[in-house]
């Protein structure tokens, strides 16, 4: 009897976790600063230059994304899974937005800078 109630927890706590998991995930695929940053490294030449033409940016299920807010300022670290012509790549990005302007302050693969989509965003 106490087994059957221990492995119904657990079951359920698991089956919790999941779905929280799967929450942030679309949330974040969904955010402003993804869609951004998205933008930003479908249109980067250095990328293209080094993955083939970009084909798709999504959101890592495993990387970090991590959005901190204060007041009308928001900082978010995200990592995202893109796929080019030739090959793929995890690109991480941090962001800040102040005074509703967006910019990618570091973009990175492999720990080599991708200079072309650092900058302000329009």
């Known amino acids: 009897m106490k ?3 221990f492995s ?7 089956l919790s976790g999941a779905a929280i998991y799967f929450i942030v995930y679309w949330i974040g695929s969904r955010s402003d600063a993804f869609q ?3 933008g930003q490294i479908t249109n980067s030449k250095e990328l293209a230059t080094e993955l083939g033409a ?7 299920p495993f990387g970090p994304f991590d959005q901190r807010t204060v007041d009308d300022d928001q900082w978010v670290q995200l990592q ?3 796929t080019g012509a030739s090959r793929s790549a995890e690109v991480s990005v941090s962001m800040q937005k102040r005074a509703g302007v967006w910019t990618i302050q570091e973009a990175s693969t492999q720990g080599r800078r991708i200079r072309d989509i ?3 965003l329009p």
């Open 3 to 5: 087994w059957r109630r």
């Open 8 to 14: 119904r927890i657990v079951g359920l706590c698991l």
């Open 36 to 38: 951004l940053a998205s």
């Open 54 to 60: 970009i084909t798709g940016v999504r959101l890592s």
């Open 80 to 82: 995202a899974h893109v």
């Open 118 to 120: 650092e900058g302000r």
